[in-house]
């Protein structure tokens, strides 16, 4: 009954807060985890060792890629099935995210192990960086499993209103990473491949929490392997609705690969810059994205009980709320980019690229949340190709012609202000698509 409350006739404003604060919360415990590293490697003074956490950075980027699909289609699918009150689909989905993320885990670890010299070869690495890439990708190989599958759950748990505990598995996480990082990157001396263990050790701990918390205490879910099945449309419903997440992290990792090896022509400096300015700029962006996963359940739920009216309340106030947080978040950085750049790493080469950059990125800040709120409003009413050919467009179709373009046409200055002409671009296109759509509902 709290449930239905809180999803069908809780006041909005409140309701959004129930659900986007802690989700908010999990977002920015993300960013920490992912600074966490970049940060401490950063404290060692090596550059070469952060750019070559920049350089694997496209391995974590496609763990998560894979655990958004399962993690977003998972929350999306299970969201309609409790409007629908269909108990025993709901647990087909929990289970079958649980045990797709394992699968997809356990083949990523055997790929990365095996190709490693040339996937590496790939990203960008070279003869200074590539000893310091190739510990980093060891030890975040074999904990590709449980990297997908806690923050997939996270997604999932949260779809039972459980927010505060899908935020508590986040921070566990989280709080190892940080502790354990200087313990492994300067207390044993192990540089860049420390910063893997921690990160692997964190999520294993996560897993864990996850897992007590699908036995033990939710209601509506469950991961015992009788409820798994791919069958009665749970694989693809989970995965189309997922996909457009998954494509856009998918392709964030090839446009990243893409933009080390324009970055590396220039030298090594650049290359640490971008590495630092992703992590920062991430700040502004899962901010926004928090708020918008956050409500998604809402969205599913009212679609499936048809209750368009407070849907569409519930958009227009997350909207709202992306843009306020945007402007605020993206002003405070600007005024502090420098010592953002010093905070992780004071090589004056690299603070002088990475205050270009960073100042370049977040010229989208204050509306990129905009697009996560129609990107997710699309998933939620089962359009997830809309959503998809945003994602793509971002990530792919027009911001890696578009880098090489600048590259060509402006060299360095211009390839730094290819992912804010692209996020406006999506922006707008967001914007058209699902006004579109609503107005057919």
């Known amino acids: 009954m709290q449930e239905n409350e809180l999803m069908g006739s809780m006041k909005v404003s409140k309701a959004v807060a129930k659900m986007a604060i802690p989700s908010v919360i999990s977002s ?29 950075n496209p391995i974590f980027i496609l763990f998560m890629a894979f655990a958004n699909m399962f993690g977003m ?12 009150k269909d108990d025993k689909r709901m647990k087909n989905v929990s289970a079958f995210v649980t045990y797709a993320s394992l699968i997809v885990g356990i083949a990523l670890c055997v790929i990365l192990m095996v190709g490693m010299r040339p996937i590496l070869g790939v990203f960008g690495a070279n ?32 779809a039972e209103g459980a927010s505060r505990e899908a935020m508590i598995g986040s921070m566990i996480g989280t709080i190892l990473n940080i502790t354990l990082d ?6 044993f001396g192990m540089g860049a491949a420390g910063a893997a263990i921690a990160t692997t050790i964190g ?52 446009s990243t690969i893409v933009l080390n090896q324009i970055l590396v022509a220039y030298g090594n400096a650049p290359v640490a810059a971008i590495g630092i300015v ?26 499936g009980a048809g209750n368009w009216e407070r849907f569409v309340t519930v958009e227009r106030y997350t ?19 420098e010592p953002i750049i010093r905070l992780f790493i004071d090589d004056q080469e690299v603070v002088a690229y990475g205050v270009q950059m960073l100042s370049a990125y977040m010229i989208s800040g204050p509306v990129i949340g905009i697009l996560f709120v129609n990107m ?39 390839v730094i202000y290819g992912q804010a002409l692209t996020d406006y671009a999506a922006v707008l296109l967001s914007m058209v698509l699902w006004r579109s759509m609503r107005q057919k509902i």
């Not at 993300?30 to 956490?53: E, H, I, K, R, W």
């Not at 392997?225 to 856009?248: D, E, R």
């Not at 992703?278 to 679609?303: D, E, H, R, S």
Request: proline residues 3%.
């Open 182 to 187: 200087p313990l492994f990157i300067s207390g």
């Open 278 to 303: 992703f992590k920062a700029n991430m700040f502004i962006t899962f901010l926004q994205m928090g708020i918008a996963n956050g409500v998604q359940p809402l969205f599913g739920y009212n679609y």
């Open 127 to 158: 003869e200074q960086t590539y000893a310091f890439a190739q510990g980093y990708t060891f030890h975040i190989a074999y904990g590709a499993p449980f990297i997908i599958w806690s923050a997939a759950a996270s997604f999932v748990v949260r």
């Open 203 to 254: 999520n294993v701990c996560a897993s864990a929490y996850y897992l007590w918390y699908f036995v033990k205490k939710s209601k509506a879910f469950s991961i015992h392997f009788k409820y798994f099945t791919c069958k009665n449309c749970v694989l693809s419903s989970v995965c189309m609705m997922g996909f457009p997440t998954a494509i856009f992290s998918m392709l964030m990792s090839v």
């Open 319 to 337: 909207k709202k709320c992306c843009l306020i947080v945007g402007i605020l978040a993206t002003a405070l950085f600007f005024v502090l980019r």
């Open 376 to 414: 997710n409003c699309m998933q939620s009413i089962g359009k997830a190709l809309p959503a998809t050919v945003l994602s793509v467009m971002r990530q792919g179709l027009l911001l890696i012609p578009l880098l090489y373009l600048l590259n060509a046409v402006l060299g360095l200055q211009g």
């Open 73 to 84: 289609g998972g929350s999306a699918a299970a969201s309609i099935a409790m409007g629908e």
């Open 28 to 56: 920015l415990v993300t960013v920490v985890y992912n600074m966490a590293d970049t940060f401490f490697v950063g404290q060692t003074g090596d550059p070469l060792q952060v750019a070559a956490v920049s350089l694997t």
